[in-house]
């Protein structure tokens, strides 16, 4: 059972390049969500996506992009790097389309440094 | 503005219970979640409340009090490996969730 899958774990990456990080679920799920969780602060929603073929943004969704051709994938592109987009990203997917009782289950993570 | 409060940090002993308190004020309430976060790993689901009262699985309870925008979470029969950050979310009226920052439980021997 893979559930959500993440790719890369952790990146270095210049300030000004371009990066997309990968998140593949086998579930099913319809909706599907990208979070960035930084030291002191809870988790932040950057984009989000109920259903394949649609996607909404988030609480911070400056400088990124995502798109949801099919039903498992949500790839989340940073156009040009900065600094302060250094954190851990997570990837999420919930069985619903965002309604109540939508628990939310989580990828490992991609562990992301800007320089 | 909608806002989630929890403890930084709390400290507990092996085979002891602790309660780790969390406040809301959200725009509109469609259910209030716990997730445990070891450090490294990813978040995952404990438990979800709705309606008010008390929900018990295992070791872990969860309340919860919507008059009052309140929510505890009771872990029993502390282990070691309960050592970890338990995160509070409510899903608003836009049925999205929104995060507290997260209370580190230590547990100490």
């Known amino acids: 059972i893979a559930g959500i899958t993440q790719a890369p774990t952790s990146q270095i990456l210049a300030a000004g390049r371009r990066m997309t990080l990968r998140c593949t679920q086998d579930?099913?799920?319809?909706?599907m969500y990208w979070y960035r969780q930084d030291l002191g602060l809870g988790l932040r929603l950057i984009h989000y996506?109920?259903?394949?073929?649609?996607?909404g943004k988030g609480e911070v969704p400056d400088g990124y992009s995502v798109s949801r051709a099919n039903t498992d994938d949500f790839p989340l592109t940073l156009a040009s790097a900065v600094p302060s987009q250094t954190s851990v990203y997570f990837c999420?997917?919930?069985?619903?389309?965002?309604?109540?009782?939508?628990?939310?289950?989580f990828g490992p993570g991609t562990r992301l440094t800007v320089l | 503005g909608q806002n989630i409060d929890q403890p930084t940090e709390m400290t507990a002993t092996e085979g002891a219970i602790v309660q780790i308190n969390c406040t809301y004020q959200?725009?509109?309430?469609?259910?209030l979640f716990w997730y445990q976060q070891h450090a490294g790993e990813a978040p995952t689901f404990l438990s979800y409340?709705?309606l008010d009262g008390l929900e018990e699985k295992g070791r872990f309870s969860s309340f919860l009090s919507r008059s009052k925008g309140y929510s505890y979470l009771l872990l029993k029969e502390l282990q070691m490996k309960d050592s970890a950050s338990y995160l509070c979310?409510?899903?608003?009226?836009?049925?999205?969730?929104?995060w507290g920052a997260g209370t580190k439980l230590i547990i100490k021997p």
């Open positions: 999420a997917s919930s069985d619903s389309s965002g309604g109540p009782h939508d628990t939310q289950y």
């Open positions: 579930m099913r799920h319809n909706a």
């Open positions: 996506s109920n259903t394949a073929g649609t996607t």
């Open positions: 959200t725009s509109g309430f469609n259910g």
């Open positions: 409340n709705v």
């Open positions: 979310a409510v899903m608003d009226s836009n049925y999205q969730l929104i």
